[in-house]
């Protein structure tokens, strides 16, 4: 007999312990290029090594989806196992992955339910762990992935980039405002969108306050809404992340906090030092 759904997230997400031991979570990693050197997320390089190549490197490395033959592959397989899969992916105006994903499933003739996430990192993890609490209600395949649909409006997230160098070698800040910002020290605040996408939010002259500005849209979401659960999300700062945490406790002390690592596709574009603060609110 088969199991009814299997689930499946790129490495845009973030993979938490529960769910690499989890026997029904399948993850599909992003490839990292340098050059004509290809990487495999999460696999092959640690992400102290990741940002010493980053340093290292003459041209800035690029990231790519995984191919809608690599699904397939995938797809085959567990289409011996179960019913049909949930597949949970980064935002489609971020990545194509999720078209990749959709055509990998065509191939292979599985049903596959592909939930755009509209977010990255904790944003895919939180919908695949809403889904199993729903699976584990007795919702089906179908009516879970309709649900989580709807409450892709529901995440918040606030990134306080790490590294201007990182933007302007990747071709997203031009000379001038590098220069500019290095020069005022300028800490650029980013948010994906409610509709997937990546927008600049603010600029803030101080770490501490942009910290700050992190922790002051925390704090009124807890007030508002009852938010207690966070997540911190960093690119090789784990000491600035720790700090982060605790200046959150000082003000929400009931608040229940995650820490973990930017995946390496995203540390690649967002860059050492980045930190970022998200939740989701209770579906209504």
């Not at 919908?127 to 409450?151: F, V, Y």
């Not at 409006?153 to 800040?173: A, D």
């Amino acid at each position: 007999m088969k199991k009814p759904i299997a689930w499946i997230m790129d490495t845009t997400g973030y993979v938490t312990e529960e769910m690499k031991a989890h026997p029904d979570v399948y993850i599909v990693p992003l490839n990292i290029h340098f050059g004509s050197e290809e990487f495999i997320d999460g696999e092959d390089l640690t992400q102290a090594q990741l940002y010493e190549c980053i340093k290292a490197a003459p041209e800035f490395p690029k990231t790519s989806q995984p191919s809608a033959g690599k699904f397939a592959e995938l797809y085959d397989k567990l289409k011996e196992e179960y019913d049909c899969a949930i597949a949970v992916h980064a935002s489609a105006k971020l990545s194509g992955t999720i078209a990749s994903s959709t055509a990998g499933a065509d191939m292979s003739g599985f049903k596959v339910y592909a939930v755009d996430s509209l977010a990255l990192s904790y944003g895919l993890s939180g919908l695949i762990e809403r889904g199993l609490e729903l699976e584990k209600e007795g919702l089906d395949a179908e009516q879970i992935a309709q649900k989580l649909e709807k409450e892709t409006v529901n995440f918040r997230n606030y990134i306080l980039i790490g590294n201007l160098t990182q933007l302007y070698k990747g071709g997203r800040m031009s000379g001038a405002q590098y220069y500019i910002g290095s020069l005022l020290q300028v800490k650029p605040i980013v948010q994906i969108s409610p509709e997937g996408e990546l927008k600049p939010i603010d600029k803030v002259r101080s770490h501490k306050k942009a910290v700050k500005y992190l922790i002051d849209h925390a704090v009124k979401d807890n007030q508002e809404l009852g938010v207690d659960t966070f997540q911190i999300m960093h690119g090789n700062t784990h000491e600035e992340a720790e700090n982060l945490k605790r200046e959150v406790l000082k003000v929400i002390p009931e608040a229940q906090i995650i820490i973990g690592d930017l995946s390496s596709s995203l540390a690649v574009h967002a860059g050492e030092g980045t930190l970022a603060l998200m939740w989701r609110k209770s579906p209504q």
